[in-house]
């Protein structure tokens, strides 16, 4: 522990004590200097005599009083003017209390009629010095930060939980809990009204912050909240004020549950670092709730892989993308290369990143996977050194609706990239692919199940050639926050008190963050390069047991203090086209392997030729060029058929009979998977 927490320690260990101690020393020092101010300078001695025998009066009187007043129960680093106020009056209380006992003690006839009044005015010096120094010299080094909160009262408003003034209980440490009491005593009308503070740093109780009572720790909030209910305080909801620890791991889950159980809403203020920022209040979102430890970036292990690099990222304009940017950028790569066919997204991103990290080289590059020529000609120009394939369209009902764009980007596109990486002597490559591409039953699947195919095989195939390139794929679920994901439909539908819709009742999925998703892809590349991963490797992170979705949306009502079904309905809507009831990480044909990285598990999987992969997209490209999305989605689902040897095809219920009509018919729809292995030729 560092010497500065030692001795905080230590003097949270003996802070009354000390106090006291030093009262006592305030209550001698100012009769003295009182005297000595009434007979300028020159004390008679009887006066001296009955100041000495009259001093154990003062000084019991005194902390008697002083107790009483609440003075050693407050947090005097953090006070303020109601702290003063009532420092003053235990003053002026001590010192009359004295005089009483005095006068009907001794009669009190060694004191001139003025001293008391000095004393007083003295003795309120010599303890407000005491207390208040650490205060003044905290504001004249950071100064007084001022804080808007037009959000607390349009987040108030947007839910729908209070009409007027919400009671609150506030959790977090003293330093940021007085700042949201600070300035929500300057607002005409604060929207919040604080009940109670919970303590993250001592759980201490008894004590006040800004007149508000600190009521011990979040291990305690049962208890808390079953108090301020007989009080008929009770709070309607919890606000996280976090700095720089912030809450994290248990203690965190611990708040949440809790506050589920006791039908409190849980808001959460900006961090310290954003504390002259204009404070708006979020519901705590699910991603800060993940049931299992998160995976760690190594930043030493990817500081070597990444600096001076030229790095290039595919679909950098969307969820994935823009946070690989992010991260890539903290590495100091020489370029940073950033790849998308949306403009405005591309715009958004190199804008970031150039107002972020002015020292990178970065370069917006408006391209389309899918445009072989152009893929190409990218990579001959810049020749990068890392290339992270973040492009595909992973919109599953979508990409059902529409399979030639899905076959186009996930499949060709990934092909493109791939292949250009190869011609182009790219160190190594990273797809980055999903869950649903094990068993995949949709197209979506289907066509990331395809590029991480080629991907292995391209792999494999630089076996024994050390400068060969590397081709790496990365498995995970479903990217809470990202675009078009569960939890911002959930949010939207709550803020318009619309039912939250559930495909399913018993639908389960695996859950992570886009930063914790984008760790893992570094990580890959990086060890890869550093300590020789196996090649056709794929990376699959250990995401803990599935969650089902309707608890999820059951969670997130109440997390809005709100209560399921009685407040807010769960509708069930059905399976969407494509969708599965749960996913797997693992297909029954690969072999799950443990890794030397926590968190992190390897699949082996049985190898494809690149030969009949290529074979297989040729005849996929020329459908996809007629448009025929019956034909696309045929042979699609038959090489991956023929390479897993899993059930047939089972074509997509609203369109069985015209697929089957459409394969009898079709020109090009011969088996593309000879049973003795050999590729047919095409015609």
Same mark, same amino acid.
């Given at each position: 522990?560092?010497?500065?927490?030692?001795?905080?320690?230590?003097?949270?260990?003996?802070?009354?004590?000390?106090?006291?101690?030093?009262?006592s020393w305030?209550?001698?020092?100012?009769?003295?200097?009182? *005297?000595?101010?009434?007979?300028?300078?020159?004390?008679?001695?009887?006066?001296?005599?009955g100041?000495?025998?009259?001093?154990? =009066?003062?000084?019991?009187?005194?902390?008697?009083?002083?107790?009483?007043?609440?003075?050693?129960n $407050?947090?005097?680093?953090?006070?303020?003017?109601?702290?003063?106020?009532?420092?003053?009056?235990? &003053?002026?209380?001590?010192?009359?209390? +004295?005089?009483?006992?005095?006068?009907?003690?001794q009669?009190?006839?060694?004191m001139?009629?003025?001293?008391?009044?000095?004393?007083?005015?003295?003795?309120?010096?010599?303890?407000?010095?005491?207390?208040?120094?650490?205060?003044?010299?905290?504001?004249?080094?950071?100064?007084?930060? $001022?804080?808007?909160?037009?959000?607390?009262?349009?987040?108030a408003?947007?839910?729908?939980?209070?009409?007027? #003034? !919400?009671?609150?209980?506030?959790?977090?440490?003293?330093?940021?809990?007085?700042?949201?009491?600070?300035?929500?005593?300057?607002?005409?009308?604060?929207?919040? *009204?604080?009940?109670?503070?919970?303590?993250?740093?001592?759980?201490?109780?008894?004590?006040?912050?800004?007149g508000?009572?600190?009521?011990?720790?979040?291990?305690?909030?049962?208890?808390?909240?079953?108090?301020?209910?007989a009080?008929?305080?009770?709070? +309607?909801?919890?606000?996280?004020?976090?700095?720089?620890?912030?809450?994290?791991?248990?203690?965190?889950?611990?708040?949440?549950?809790?506050?589920?159980?006791?039908?409190?809403?849980?808001?959460?203020?900006?961090?310290? +670092?954003?504390?002259?920022?204009?404070l708006?209040? #979020?519901l705590?979102n699910?991603?800060?709730?993940?049931?299992?430890?998160?995976?760690?970036?190594?930043? !030493?292990?990817?500081?070597? &892989? =990444?600096k001076? !690099?030229?790095?290039?990222?595919?679909g950098?304009?969307?969820?994935?993308?823009?946070?690989?940017?992010?991260?890539?950028?903290?590495?100091?790569?020489?370029?940073?290369?950033?790849?998308?066919?949306g403009?405005?997204n591309?715009?958004?991103?190199?804008?970031?990143?150039?107002?972020?990290?002015p020292?990178?080289?970065?370069?917006?590059?408006?391209?389309?996977?899918? #445009?072989?020529?152009?893929?190409?000609?990218?990579?001959?120009?810049?020749?990068?050194?890392?290339?992270?394939?973040?492009?595909?369209?992973?919109?599953?009902?979508l990409?059902?609706?529409?399979?030639?764009?899905?076959?186009?980007?996930?499949?060709l596109?990934?092909?493109?990239?791939?292949?250009?990486a190869?011609?182009?002597?790219?160190?190594a490559? @990273?797809?980055?692919?999903?869950?649903?591409?094990?068993n995949?039953?949709?197209?979506m699947?289907?066509?990331?199940?395809?590029?991480?195919?080629?991907?292995?095989?391209?792999?494999?195939?630089?076996?024994?050639?050390?400068?060969?390139?590397?081709?790496?794929?990365?498995?995970?679920?479903?990217?809470?926050?990202?675009?078009?994901s569960?939890?911002? *439909?959930?949010?939207?539908?709550l803020e318009?008190?619309?039912?939250?819709?559930?495909?399913?009742?018993?639908?389960?999925?695996?859950?992570?963050?886009?930063?914790e998703?984008?760790?893992?892809?570094?990580?890959?590349?990086?060890?890869?390069m550093?300590?020789?991963?196996?090649?056709?490797?794929?990376?699959?992170?250990?995401?803990?047991?599935?969650?089902?979705?309707?608890?999820?949306? $059951? $969670?997130?009502i109440?997390?809005?203090?709100?209560?399921?079904?009685?407040? @807010?309905?769960?509708?069930?809507?059905? *399976?969407?086209?494509?969708?599965?009831?749960?996913?797997e990480?693992?297909?029954?044909?690969?072999?799950?392997?443990?890794?030397?990285?926590?968190?992190?598990?390897?699949?082996?999987?049985v190898?494809?030729?690149?030969?009949?992969?290529?074979?297989?997209?040729?005849?996929?490209?020329?459908?996809?060029?007629?448009?025929?999305?019956?034909?696309?989605?045929?042979l699609?689902?038959?090489?991956?058929?023929?390479? +897993?040897?899993?059930?047939?095809? #089972?074509?997509?219920?609203?369109?069985?009979?015209?697929?089957?009509?459409?394969?009898?018919?079709?020109?090009?729809?011969?088996?593309?998977?000879?049973?003795?292995?050999?590729?047919? !030729?095409?015609?």
């Amino acid at each position: 522990m560092p010497v500065a927490g030692e001795l905080r320690a230590l003097f949270r260990k003996w802070r009354t004590p000390t106090y006291m101690a030093y009262d006592s020393w305030a209550i001698a020092t100012s009769l003295g200097i009182a *005297l000595i101010l009434r007979m300028n300078g020159a004390v008679p001695e009887h006066m001296v005599d009955g100041a000495l025998h009259s001093l154990p =009066i003062f000084i019991l009187v005194g902390l008697v009083t002083f107790h009483w007043s609440g003075l050693y129960n $407050r947090i005097w680093r953090l006070a303020s003017l109601p702290d003063l106020i009532r420092l003053v009056e235990a &003053a002026i209380l001590a010192i009359t209390a +004295t005089m009483i006992v005095l006068m009907l003690s001794q009669g009190q006839r060694w004191m001139p009629t003025s001293v008391p009044f000095i004393q007083c005015l003295v003795l309120i010096s010599l303890l407000s010095a005491g207390r208040l120094w650490r205060r003044v010299l905290r504001n004249m080094t950071r100064g007084l930060n $001022r804080i808007n909160l037009p959000g607390m009262r349009d987040n108030a408003r947007r839910s729908d939980i209070a009409v007027s #003034q !919400q009671r609150a209980l506030i959790v977090g440490h003293p330093e940021y809990v007085e700042t949201i009491l600070r300035h929500l005593e300057m607002l005409p009308t604060p929207p919040y *009204l604080p009940v109670g503070i919970l303590d993250l740093d001592s759980g201490e109780a008894h004590l006040r912050l800004r007149g508000v009572p600190m009521l011990g720790g979040v291990e305690a909030i049962d208890h808390v909240v079953s108090h301020l209910t007989a009080r008929n305080q009770r709070p +309607t909801c919890i606000i996280l004020a976090t700095g720089p620890e912030d809450v994290v791991g248990p203690q965190k889950l611990k708040l949440v549950t809790a506050a589920q159980t006791l039908n409190l809403s849980v808001l959460r203020a900006p961090p310290a +670092t954003e504390i002259n920022k204009p404070l708006d209040l #979020q519901l705590i979102n699910l991603a800060d709730l993940l049931d299992r430890p998160q995976t760690q970036l190594d930043a !030493q292990i990817v500081h070597r &892989a =990444i600096k001076g !690099q030229r790095v290039l990222i595919t679909g950098a304009g969307g969820s994935i993308g823009r946070e690989l940017a992010r991260q890539v950028a903290v590495f100091e790569p020489s370029e940073l290369l950033l790849l998308d066919c949306g403009e405005f997204n591309l715009y958004s991103v190199e804008m970031e990143i150039r107002e972020n990290y002015p020292a990178i080289s970065c370069h917006a590059l408006l391209c389309s996977v899918r #445009q072989r020529q152009h893929v190409m000609a990218v990579f001959a120009e810049w020749k990068p050194h890392f290339v992270f394939h973040a492009a595909a369209l992973k919109h599953v009902p979508l990409v059902e609706t529409n399979v030639c764009a899905g076959v186009q980007t996930n499949v060709l596109g990934t092909c493109n990239v791939a292949d250009a990486a190869k011609r182009h002597g790219v160190r190594a490559m @990273v797809q980055v692919s999903t869950d649903k591409a094990v068993n995949p039953v949709g197209v979506m699947g289907a066509t990331k199940r395809l590029g991480e195919l080629y991907c292995q095989a391209l792999d494999l195939e630089g076996a024994g050639n050390p400068g060969a390139p590397r081709f790496m794929t990365v498995r995970f679920g479903n990217v809470l926050g990202s675009s078009g994901s569960l939890i911002p *439909l959930f949010q939207r539908q709550l803020e318009s008190r619309s039912p939250l819709t559930v495909t399913h009742p018993e639908i389960t999925r695996f859950f992570m963050t886009v930063h914790e998703a984008v760790q893992l892809i570094l990580h890959s590349t990086a060890r890869a390069m550093e300590y020789g991963l196996k090649r056709g490797r794929i990376i699959v992170l250990d995401m803990g047991e599935p969650v089902k979705i309707i608890d999820i949306a $059951r $969670r997130m009502i109440r997390l809005a203090g709100l209560a399921p079904e009685r407040d @807010v309905p769960i509708k069930i809507v059905g *399976l969407r086209p494509g969708e599965k009831l749960y996913e797997e990480l693992f297909d029954e044909r690969e072999r799950q392997l443990p890794s030397d990285l926590t968190g992190v598990f390897e699949a082996e999987p049985v190898p494809v030729p690149p030969a009949r992969l290529q074979a297989g997209f040729e005849q996929l490209e020329r459908a996809v060029l007629a448009h025929d999305q019956v034909e696309v989605r045929h042979l699609l689902f038959e090489m991956l058929d023929a390479v +897993t040897r899993e059930a047939p095809l #089972q074509p997509h219920p609203l369109d069985k009979e015209n697929c089957l009509t459409a394969i009898k018919k079709s020109p090009i729809a011969k088996p593309i998977w000879p049973q003795d292995g050999a590729v047919r !030729q095409m015609q």
